[in-house]
């Protein structure tokens, strides 16, 4: 079956860059997504990618696709206290509904 | 009131008790999910409607039993759980057809079985 997959845990400076990464199996995935669940929440969508592109730039999102690699990484800029939290790649072929979801990236910002 | 309404944000119940896990979306969505979030594991799809239809059902117990009375609402009848059916469990609404619609979560319901 499709697989998502990603690391468990990111540690960062406040200020410095995150880098998560995802990988995926799917080779027909047409949209990937980025989500954020914080603490006692549910999943916020952040940004997604159409697989016909290799980039997306939001604020300090950066979005990166290597389709050939199947592999899928959020950049965020400057990164601040306010960014801890859980982040969740997604793949679909749909442009509605039924994603397959990765188990998410604990990512926690330090002073 | 905005977004996806998940009620009650938690719950604990016995194994023998029947609960209801309610949702409520106020974005004028066609398609509605019920996500099941365990620890360290990837989002499990459990249910869809689509325009008020299921449309998928992942294997899921018996135990569990979705009801989609209309576009808007969505609930989760719960009876005769195990304790390993504790988890969060989440709802997602989406536009069916457009070029884009990705998923709206509600916070979820934490639900705690013992």
């Known amino acids: 079956g499709e697989d998502v997959e990603q690391s468990l845990f990111l540690s960062v400076r406040e200020g410095d860059s995150s880098v998560i990464n995802c990988t995926y199996t799917?080779?027909?995935?047409?949209?990937l997504y980025w989500y954020k669940q914080e603490p006692g929440a549910g999943l916020q969508l952040l940004t997604y990618i159409f697989s016909n592109m290799d980039m997306k730039q939001d604020q300090r999102l950066t979005v990166l696709l290597n389709k050939k690699d199947k592999h899928l990484s959020l950049r965020i800029a400057d990164t601040q206290t306010g960014d801890s939290a859980i982040y969740f790649c997604?793949?679909?072929?749909?442009?509605?509904?039924?994603?397959?979801f990765g188990a998410g990236t604990q990512v926690v910002v330090t002073p | 009131e905005t977004g996806v309404t998940q009620t009650p944000r938690h719950l604990v119940m016995g194994m023998t008790n029947k609960k209801s896990l309610k949702c409520e979306q106020h974005?004028?969505?066609?398609?509605m999910y019920w996500y099941k979030q365990s620890a360290k594991k990837p989002l499990e799809l459990m249910f869809v409607?689509?325009?008020?239809?299921?449309?998928e059902n992942n294997s899921v117990p018996s135990r569990f039993s979705p009801e989609c009375p209309n576009s808007s609402h969505l609930f989760l009848h719960l009876h005769t759980l195990q304790p390993e059916d504790s988890a969060l469990y989440l709802c997602?609404?989406?536009?069916?057809?457009?070029?884009?619609?990705?998923?709206?979560f509600g916070n979820g319901t934490r639900l705690t079985v013992t």
């Open positions: 997604a793949e679909s072929h749909h442009s509605w509904g039924k994603l397959q």
């Open positions: 997602a609404s989406s536009q069916v057809r457009q070029v884009i619609s990705p998923l709206h």
């Open positions: 974005l004028g969505h066609n398609a």
């Open positions: 799917d080779s027909s995935s047409t949209y």
């Open positions: 409607y689509s325009l008020e239809e299921r449309v």
